[in-house]
């Protein structure tokens, strides 16, 4: 499994629960979860089948900035 890690604009658990439905169809069998107590509220999504620039253009579409962290 790979781990993809974003930076988001995402701040609420209600924002976290709109979502919730899209990210789920989007990462399959994967697991994600957010850190919105980081200061780069973080999205985590461990999944092998999620190409990060998806996941980035899904939160996009849904009005909220996502960019990829790398090492």
Same mark, same amino acid.
């Given at each position: 499994? %790979? ?19 899209k990210i789920?169809?989007?990462? *399959?069998? *994967? /697991? ?10 973080? @999205?985590?999504?461990?999944?092998? /089948?999620? %190409?990060? +620039? ?7 579409? +849904? *009005?909220?900035?996502? +960019? %990829? @962290?790398?090492?």
């Amino acid at each position: 499994m %790979e781990v993809l890690v974003f930076s988001t604009s995402v701040q609420s658990m209600e924002q976290v629960r709109s979502l919730k439905p899209k990210i789920d169809s989007l990462a *399959g069998k *994967g /697991q994600w979860n957010f850190a919105l107590d980081d200061t780069d509220r973080i @999205l985590r999504i461990v999944s092998d /089948q999620v %190409e990060p +620039h998806v996941a980035i253009r899904l939160l996009n579409q +849904h *009005g909220f900035e996502c +960019h %990829e @962290l790398t090492d």
